[in-house]
């Protein structure tokens, strides 16, 4: 995710999805206009990225110019478009192809018509990489379309949001729901982790998830799904990680006007990471940052037996089980930092 301005835009298309795009568009265009040598005109400021990586793939010869106009003041179309840089060649008995950054309402494709019909070209083609088709609002007909987007604004790949952006090699949705911090909390046995869970949430305003409460929540109220999970481990298996999900979106789902959540005790897998990124991107949101805590062995290991005195939990008592905890915490969940 980035932030422009005062805005949050989420990843919405990749670099290499818009060359591959680009590619066949480059493609279709070059098999529909055979020998002949067309007028590409590219329209400032956003087509600058799309007109030259689409140049530089045509296969034939072929002439580029620009023109400018403008229609966009930050977020919306002002629909009032202005021709402030016009052509400087004769187009006379020319096909032109306009390539365009994106189309939406269509406004500046009025005015492109306008100003083509006077310079008695043989042919005008309309060629957009984005389209969106539920802001389209004129009857121009679009020959070229590159990708069908939502009606969201968009960034990047000569797009902008007040001047920032244009430079992005992909390109970014904007995030309308509000940006939110979450922070998954990572730390061996002993190292802890619910002391700066709560300072954490008291400080930032958050909601703290730690798995082991989610699941003895369930559990114990026999919801359907602690239900499930208390099925899988009567019988010694591994609760799937699906469950575990679901445990924690319904747990989001409960604090819909939270500003962000601390997840303690997950994800413990590479798999449980990439389910927990799918499950933030379905809440519109993202994991901030991920906080390792680290100790010393020792200090575990000293912290834990003396744990182990009052909290009557026999894992906490022996040492080679405490000893085997944090080596398995290393071997196994410590790696999940990187990604």
């Known amino acids: ?5 005062d805005k949050y835009f989420k990843p919405f298309i990749s670099a290499s999805e818009i ?5 066949v568009m480059v493609d279709q265009i070059s098999k529909d206009l055979g020998d002949e040598i067309p007028v590409f005109v590219g329209i400032l400021n956003g087509s600058f990225m799309f007109v030259s990586d689409f140049v530089k793939k045509y296969p034939k010869p072929c002439e580029v110019t620009f023109i400018k106009l403008a229609s966009y ?4 179309s002002t629909e009032d478009i202005q021709r402030l840089i016009g052509l400087t060649q004769d187009l006379t008995g020319r096909t032109v192809v306009i390539l365009e950054d994106i189309i939406d309402s269509g406004k500046t494709m009025f005015e492109v018509h306008r100003i083509f019909n006077n310079e008695n070209v043989k042919q005008l083609l309309i060629a957009t990489l984005f389209y969106k088709p539920e802001a389209y609002k004129e009857d121009f007909k679009i020959h ?3 990708i069908d987007i939502p009606n969201k604004f968009i960034v990047g790949f000569g797009l902008d ?3 920032l952006g244009r430079d992005l090699p992909e390109v970014y949705q904007i995030k309308t729901t509000e940006h939110m911090t979450n922070i998954v909390l990572f ?3 002993g190292a802890g982790k619910g002391t700066q869970a709560n300072f954490l949430r008291d400080q930032y305003d958050l909601v703290h ?6 699941f003895r929540y369930n559990i114990k109220n026999e919801t359907a799904l602690g239900t499930l999970a208390k099925s899988y481990m009567d019988k010694g298996e591994l609760v799937p ?3 575990t999900i679901d445990m924690l979106s319904a747990e989001v789902d409960k604090n819909s006007d939270a500003k962000g959540f601390i997840f303690d005790g997950f994800p413990r897998t590479r798999a449980q990471a990439e389910s927990l990124d799918i499950l933030m991107d379905s809440k519109d949101s993202e994991i901030s940052a991920m906080i390792a805590l680290e100790v010393d062995d020792e200090v575990l290991v000293q912290r834990l037996l003396e744990r182990g005195k009052t909290s009557g939990r026999p894992d906490d008592a022996d040492e080679s089980i405490i000893r085997n905890r944090i080596k398995e915490y290393y071997s196994k969940t410590a790696i999940l930092k990187d990604y």
């Open 144 to 146: 070229y379309k590159g």
């Open 187 to 189: 730390g061996p046995p």
């Open 19 to 23: 060359d591959d795009v680009i590619t």
């Open 1 to 5: 995710m980035i932030k422009l301005h």
């Open 73 to 76: 003041e930050g977020l919306k």
């Open 241 to 243: 990680d699906q469950v």
């Open 161 to 163: 949001y007040d001047g």
């Open 209 to 214: 998830i730690s798995t082991g409460d989610v």
